[in-house]
């Protein structure tokens, strides 16, 4: 049977790292477009500043595009550990394709929900250890990579 994702077809996975880098920068188009009036093009790192001291702005949004650009830091912390692995999966030419683009698929779909649960469930705090979860499971990504790359226990 035929997948719904033919991942053995076509190496996409250096398509992945701009591809993860897009859903790095969702939640700060987000954070800016909420910000509103307080964005300031010339000092857009005063923008969080300025959304505090707007007291016309509801404290939901003002928490959400705290944790947006929060969610941008981190996104940041891990594109280069990632992009690394993938070139490494790659170089190797011991990680099939289809490895390769699960992998990749995996990291962009853990990125993709991590960004929500930060931004829009944390309005929670209870939600808290489902983005830790999250962000971990694009870790053991990242990690995987590296492992497969090397030939490790991960093959």
Avoid at 30 to 37: E, L, M, P, R, T
Avoid at 120 to 142: C, E, H, K, T, Y
Wanted: proline share 3%; glycine share 8%; charged share 15%.
């Amino acid at each position: 049977m035929a997948s719904l994702l033919d991942l053995g077809s076509a190496n996409w996975s250096y398509y992945s790292v701009p591809a993860a880098f897009v859903l790095v920068m969702i939640p700060h188009t987000y954070a800016n477009f909420s910000a509103g009036k307080n964005y300031d093009l010339a000092n857009p790192r005063k923008t969080e500043e300025y959304c505090a001291k707007d007291t016309t702005m509801d404290k939901v949004t003002l928490r959400r595009i705290s944790r947006a650009r929060a969610a941008v830091s981190n996104g940041f912390e891990t594109l280069g550990l990632y992009a690394a692995g993938i070139v490494a999966a790659n170089a190797s030419g011991a990680v099939p394709t289809a490895t390769l683009n699960a992998l990749a698929l995996g990291y962009l779909v853990s990125r993709a929900i991590y960004n929500y649960i930060y931004v829009f469930m944390q309005d929670n705090a209870r939600a808290a250890p489902l983005r830790s979860l999250v962000w971990l499971a694009g870790l053991v990504v990242i990690f995987s990579l590296f492992l497969k790359a090397g030939g490790g226990v991960v093959n």
